[in-house]
């Protein structure tokens, strides 16, 4: 058996998908398809395997009633194959019977069956099984489907490297995860042999660099990072580290006559700073030999380098990653940015230079304007936007590539080995800034996998393309030794000088996801720095650490034309953030949303990952007026289309499935379609006072009490049973959460207890110790001093007459929010907010879809649940000329839905108003105050959401007009 090198497996593999790609008939083209299936390893068939191998077991005479197994390999594997279109586990099931029936000596460990275009491929365990019962009790241990176009990715499977060793193989979308756990275990045991943690990182980035270069290719000979190891230490580990440093010292050996061990002189010299300096030898064992081990049985070649960053960051300590506001970045979540950024309109644009007859020019200018691109990810992490956006770029000049050199063959021009045809965009055209040293050297690493990885491309891809032209040719294209590097500068980008990275004036495109970091989050620092770059005075602001980033990024590109495209929290573009933020961005620094995702959720398939709620937001000057803006929308309207679970038990829909796109004119703050560029500047600014002339609204009691004063249905009946004298100071509650269930919950009100009554009730006085000393803990002075009266709440709201509610926070799901009355002696807590007194027609406003859209567009989120505002929505809701003489039209209506309502008393309003749930008297009573509002608006009313956003808008710019 001759031994190949990856490299050429990999490029046999792509020509035997290619050449293979039309076949379907089982009889007159299974030999020869199997024996070039083996030759893309260097097998000769006719050495190791049989074709239509007969089953004495299965028949007497070798005419009549005999079987034929298709392709044997006696230990090795059974191959079945049918024509396309058969069912393959029914052909399973045929090749389990083959298999049953072969000597104990010869049976198989592996079955295949095929089509030609589809694989399935079973590892079986030890012990048979009736063949009726495979599917019941899964006789295999392992299995992998794939088609042959994908063949490439999966075919070192079938290297005879997995014939002779225990290799493990994963299927794509489980390899990551597994290898994430095995990292964090390694990790865990470096922590407990109290390595240096200074060196741990640098310890892994090697061990997975050696892993991946001789799995993909950059190192020649697969495999050989693995069985060296396994093969030149010893079993109990101890001379591990050792043969570790003697591979780090040949990868980065430039004048290879040094290398006097075998076997290392097998290594090549790469260069790149990734093996420069020696590490501490790690104390190994058996476990952490076993550890490697085990990883180096994974198929790194099919772990994308772009997710390497990812890997590393699951085995930090969940602590270390809500400081440094780390999120999990998917290949998906980063080309929603860079593809409305930048991807999407050269991927257009290459297409329309394809279209051309005469186009050679033109893609060589195409491909010099994409190795003139630089971009900047001023908080770059592990580098997964700098990877990805690589990667991609890379294969645009790829693509750009392979058709000039389709038409320079048809010339007979040379390109084999001409550098006018090789690739030119390099790692050096990426620029980052990142504070943590070890994710700068995972970013710099990762570039140089991606750049060895795509090198590969296009040697394959060139080959191909040679043989298809009768050139046998086989282009081997590598820029090992390293000689360019990406320039990644571990920094405070907050205190750095950007220009001092890369000019403003020749950055392409700025790209990242910053840390978020929450106002109450953020360490004293990140807070000074952020008051500091936001210049808003006073306090400071309550804006997210990422808004740094805006801001500091708006301003470094005054002096060039970059577009920006960054990942952030949510609340930047909702309530009082956007007023502190967005007059920085389009007033001081004059730039324009181009693009934007609203609200949708940043899944991760991995352990421990954040689960956050983003938006993605791309900028541009206001001075650079694009072709189009777009607007990713995740809401009700495109559910229906992306329902169910992923393969990690995720939602499908709304927020966690895919957007519904618009083209729009303009992108105000919110994250909305406005029809004008006055509109997409206008910033809806928190009032203390209503501007609409409607009664003041409050929030309800805050009793900071630790829960103390807090009791639901059966906390109470125990209380009462303890000591019946405290009844006459418990009181109803009313919060969002039990307002919405319709559960009762109580609360003790104690204002105004006499200390005899405190003396005589002892549990009353342990529940107000309880409560000071809970106070007594709180870093808060005001907390502080509410502790010196602890028998009080520190806010005390208490109606005495008829007040209307507002949950502060309420569901995604509810069409409107659930506005309810309540009467004495309830008492509302912090998580409402109350209007005492109210008229009958300001519950009609508050429950119409007018309202709503107000709410919905200006007001605060958490996480995806609609949060209301008394400043930002209710005081700010835009009313028409002579609103209030005609308001009171409303109170009919309103009464309407109350009656409704209270026809089912028993029915909660999270039920009521449930999309599933809601009935039709109430859906159409809710729909006649609908229009009943819309006209007090305009006559005519509106035919869409759109419509009624641009009107209250205009309201709401003249209403601001009129206070100044």
Not at 161 to 172: T, V
Request: glycine share 6%; proline share 5%; hydrophobic share 40%.
């Amino acid at each position: 058996m001759a031994f190949i090198s990856q490299n050429e497996a990999l490029l046999r593999a792509a020509r035997f998908a290619a050449e293979w790609k039309d076949a379907t008939k089982e009889k007159q083209d299974t030999h020869s398809f199997l024996n070039d299936f083996f030759g893309v390893f260097g097998i000769d068939r006719k050495k190791v395997a049989v074709f239509e191998h007969f089953i004495e077991k299965l028949g007497t005479s070798k005419k009549r009633g005999a079987a034929f197994v298709d392709l044997l390999w006696p230990k090795k594997i059974l191959i079945e194959q049918k024509s396309l279109g058969k069912n393959l586990d029914d052909a399973f099931v045929q090749a389990m019977n083959y298999r049953k029936a072969l000597n104990d000596e010869d049976k198989p460990e592996w079955v295949m069956v095929c089509d030609f275009q589809n694989f399935l491929v079973r590892r079986i365990a030890k012990v048979d099984i009736e063949v009726k019962d495979i599917f019941e009790h899964r006789e295999w241990t392992e299995e992998y489907r794939f088609t042959l176009q994908d063949y490439e990715k999966w075919c070192l499977f079938f290297a005879p490297e997995f014939w002779k060793e225990d290799l493990e193989f994963f299927a794509p979308e489980d390899l990551d995860y597994h290898v994430a756990e095995k990292l964090a275990e390694l990790r865990d045991k470096l922590h407990e042999l109290e390595y240096p943690e200074d060196f741990t990182i640098k310890f892994l980035i090697r061990i997975v660099f050696c892993l991946f270069a001789a799995d993909s290719g950059i190192i020649e000979y697969r495999n050989i990072f693995y069985s060296y190891l396994r093969t030149k230490t010893r079993e109990d580990g101890h001379d591990f580290g050792i043969q570790l440093g003697q591979i780090y010292r040949a990868l980065n050996q430039k004048d290879r006559k040094q290398i006097f061990i075998t076997g290392v002189k097998d290594f090549p010299y790469i260069n790149g700073g990734i093996f420069d300096g020696n590490l501490p030898d790690a104390p190994f064992d058996l476990g952490m030999r076993k550890i490697i081990l085990d990883l180096g049985k994974k198929n790194w070649r099919q772990i994308s380098p772009i997710i390497f960053g990812t890997l590393f960051e699951s085995v930090m300590e969940p602590k270390e990653r809500r400081e440094l506001g780390v999120h999990y970045t998917s290949e998906e979540n980063i080309l929603r940015v860079l593809g409305p950024l930048f991807l999407t309109e050269l991927q257009e644009e290459l297409e329309q230079i394809k279209n051309l007859t005469h186009q050679s020019e033109k893609l060589h200018a195409y491909e010099q304007k994409l190795r003139g691109l630089k971009f900047f990810d001023p908080a770059c992490g592990c580098g997964s936007f700098l990877l990805c956006a690589y990667e991609q770029i890379r294969k645009l000049e790829l693509e750009s590539i392979l058709v000039r050199r389709e038409s320079a063959i048809a010339q007979n021009i040379a390109v084999n080995g001409n550098p006018d045809y090789e690739p030119r965009v390099n790692v050096d055209q990426f620029y980052g800034i990142e504070l943590n040293p070890t994710a700068q050297a995972i970013t710099e690493a990762a570039l140089w996998m991606i750049d060895q990885l795509q090198n590969i491309e296009f040697s394959k891809s060139a080959s191909i393309q040679n043989r298809k032209n009768g050139d046998k040719t086989e282009v081997r294209y590598s820029r090992i030794p390293i000689t360019s590097s990406p320039n990644i500068i571990q920094d405070d980008a907050l205190e750095l000088d950007w220009e001092s990275v890369l000019p403003a004036a020749e950055c392409s495109y700025i790209i990242g996801n910053p840390p978020f970091v929450g106002a109450k989050m953020q360490s004293p620092k990140q807070r000074q720095q952020l008051r500091r770059i936001a210049d808003l005075g006073g306090n400071g602001g309550t804006l997210d650490f990422v808004c740094a980033w805006f801001i500091r990024a708006t301003d470094y590109n005054q002096n060039g034309r970059a577009r920006i495209g960054f990942v952030a929290s949510n609340s930047i573009c909702q309530g009082e953030q956007v007023e502190q933020l967005w007059p920085i961005i389009l007033d001081k620094y004059k730039h324009q949303i181009l693009f934007a995702h609203q609200t949708f959720a940043w899944q991760s398939p991995l352990k421990k990952a954040a689960a956050v709620h983003c938006v993605i937001i791309g900028l541009n000057r206001e001075d650079d007026k694009p072709a189009k803006r777009i607007l990713f929308h995740y809401d009700s309207e495109n559910r229906s289309k992306a329902k169910g679970k992923n393969s990690r038990g995720k939602r499908q829909d709304g927020i966690y499935g895919k957007p519904r796109i618009e083209i729009v004119d303009f992108i105000s703050p919110s994250l909305l379609n406005v029809s004008s560029y006055e509109f997409s500047n206008l910033i809806v600014a928190s009032s203390k006072i209503p501007m609409n002339g409607f009664p003041r609204m409050i929030f309800g009691s805050q009793p900071i009490d630790g829960g103390h004063f807090h009791f639901d249905e059966s906390q109470k009946n125990k209380l009462l049973l303890l000591e019946p004298r405290v009844e006459k100071f418990l009181f109803p509650l009313i919060g969002a959460k039990n307002m919405l269930s319709g559960k009762p919950r109580w609360i003790l009100s104690l204002k105004g207890i006499t200390s005899d009554e405190l003396k005589a009730i002892p549990v009353l006085s342990n529940i107000v110790e309880s409560v000071r000393e809970f106070r007594l803990k709180s870093l808060r002075k005001t907390t502080l001093e509410f502790a010196k009266f602890p028998d009080e709440f520190a806010e005390t709201v208490i109606p005495k007459s008829t007040f209307l509610c507002v949950p502060r926070v309420s569901t995604e799901r509810l069409k409107y929010i659930p506005v309810a009355f309540f009467e004495p002696p309830v008492i509302p807590n912090g998580a409402v907010e109350i209007v005492i007194d109210p008229p009958l027609w300001l519950f009609g406003i508050l429950s119409s879809a007018l309202h709503m859209l107000w709410f919905r567009n200006v007001g605060g989120k958490l996480k995806s649940d609609p949060r209301y505002s008394i400043t930002i929505v209710y005081n700010t809701f835009p009313v028409p000329d002579g609103f209030h003489s005609k308001a009171i039209k409303l109170e009919p209506l309103a009464q309407e839905i109350l009656d409704i309502r209270a026809e089912t008393p028993d029915s909660s309003l999270a039920t009521l108003y449930d999309p599933k749930f809601m009935t039709s008297k109430l859906t159409k009573a809710h729909q006649s105050l609908d229009r009943a509002v819309d006209r007090l608006y305009d006559p005519k009313g509106f035919e869409t959401d759109q419509q009624r956003l641009a009107h209250l808008f205009a309201l709401y710019e003249k209403q601001i007009a009129e206070r100044e």
